[in-house]
């Protein structure tokens, strides 16, 4: 399973982002899938995640602002980002659940909120 994750990048606070996860190697709408960060001498945290059924779970810091989806047809799985802040800022990784409960991690892409 390889999973390849885009859309990082640097934004003012207040601004938006979509990442993008695109999965192969896996029958991707069999898996449900994550989104956690990791902020420089913190541990990976779970930002949002959606099962294979399409029920979502957030973080509490990031609930209003984030948005995870996933489109099955391309293998997808999306963060749609909304009024950043500083604390935000992290790298950002797209994580996997197979069916046999195996996890698969892709490489992260980093999000730098700014000014």
């Known amino acids: 399973v390889q999973l390849q994750a885009s859309g990082g990048g640097l934004v003012q606070p207040g601004g938006s982002l979509r990442l993008s996860c695109a999965a192969s190697?896996?029958?991707?709408?069999?898996?449900?899938m994550a989104w956690y960060r990791q902020c420089p001498g913190k541990q990976r945290e779970l930002v949002a995640a959606?099962?294979?059924?399409?029920?979502?779970n957030y973080a509490d810091s990031v609930k209003g602002r984030f948005t995870i989806s996933r489109d099955n047809a391309k293998n997808t799985v999306y963060l749609q980002m909304n009024s950043l802040k500083p604390g935000d800022k992290a790298v950002y990784y797209c994580?996997?659940?197979?069916?046999?409960?195996?996890?698969?991690w892709g490489k992260g892409t980093l999000v730098t909120v700014s000014s």
């Open positions: 994580k996997a659940r197979s069916a046999w409960l195996m996890n698969y």
């Open positions: 190697g896996t029958i991707f709408s069999d898996n449900d």
């Open positions: 959606i099962t294979r059924g399409g029920s979502t």
